[in-house]
């Protein structure tokens, strides 16, 4: 029977995966309130930039991984998928309320811990549901997931400058800070999403095998510990790439040129907006033919490093604010399409019903080593070189320079293994987890 979430054949339906992509859009939104609102938050609480750093990542990496773990156990289970993403998404704009009431720090760092908890909750349960999904106009479901996430961190950036912008010129500004009144401003549209969610009374597509969960995926990873290990290190600095340039880039614009932080917000978003989901949907689209398979994607991330270094020099070093928005569109491109084309990637180096507890791990990983690492070092290498900070431009080519020659570095190690890899997979010869099927590499 044909329901709102499956078709005839039992896959998951575009109208679903659509909303998916929203649900990361309003979600990656939300994660870049603290960098939209960076100055403002330095200014209320007298922060200095590797507590900004912090703040921007490492709070919620603890309950993010419990509940990305615990999540992914749970997609065993058949699901309903519009009740649990709705649940998430009210979780998740709690803790945004709540960080944008704060009184002090440790308040924001407990709030963004909670936030942690509804964002980890849903996504490998979304995973598992694109899982069941075939192609949508030519383009891999996942790329169509992870261009939410690039168009909600620059939709994030562009509607916090506005809304802060509009909450500057209100009366309320003169008896709430305009970036508290901004931030809670952003927060609608997740109301109107998980009401539509909690309206899908549909049950999701069944889970893809039992056997499939976090410990079975450790270890089966287990065996082949050089070939998935370079690729999750590859993972892992293109997020980081990807984080540390979402959380400084408004800070660094508005510093550079001397723009206020709303003018720097509306930019970086303008410009994030165009360059983002272009690279995910590059990486979506170009991961659809069959020589993305034969390939694999070690050469995709590596031109995707290859291309970031000399962007974000260039934006270290140049003179306006034209100058820098095109460095930041090769940048934002280059990077969204590694990130997008890891994800992609990984699907096809690990067996189908693996998948579930893999993707759970490798969010696990790619959230501490990329994002919270990236903003909280960028933030510790910007006070350490220069305390007014002045140099956070430069903290931010050698962070993001570094993660590229380790992606770099990692794909002319890794990408035979990973092409001798795919290709046991698509012959059915990896799927046992037998240490005599494939050879640790």
Known sequence: MKTAATGNDGKTGAGLVVLLGLAHFVGYADRAIPAVFAPGLKATFGLSDGQLGALQGAPFV???????????????????????VGVCILIWTA????FALAPNY????????VFGVGQAAF???????????????????????????AMGRSGGMLLGGLVLGMAAASGLATQIEPWRIAALMMLVPNLILAVSF???????????????GVVEAMRWAGLRPLTLGLYMIAACAMIMMVQSLAAWSPSIIGRQFGMGPGPAAVLVGAVTLVAAPAGHLLAGRGATGRRFMARGPGLALGLGAVMAIPAVIGLSLAPTPALAAVCLVVLILASGFGAAMALIGLQGLVPGPLQRGTNSLYLVLVTVFGTAAGPMITGMVSDRIAANGLALSLALAIVITGAALVVIVAALVGTSGWRRLAA?????????????TIAVR
Do not use: C, E
């Open 62 to 84: 603890l309950s993010y991984v419990l509940a990305t773990l615990w999540a992914g156990r749970q997609t065993a289970r058949p699901l309903r998928p519009g009740p649990h």
């Open 95 to 98: 803790a945004a309320v709540a």
């Open 198 to 212: 909690l309206a899908r009374r549909t049950t999701g597509p069944a889970p893809v095998a039992t056997g499939g």
């Open 123 to 149: 996504a490998p349960v979304a995973l598992a549901m694109l899982a069941n999904a075939g192609p949508i106009a030519r383009m891999q479901p996942v790329g169509v997931f992870t261009a939410g996430s």
């Open 106 to 113: 440790p308040t924001l760092l407990g709030a963004r811990m």
């Open 424 to 436: 046991d997979i698509r012959a059915g010869t990896a799927a046992s987890g037998d240490p005599k």
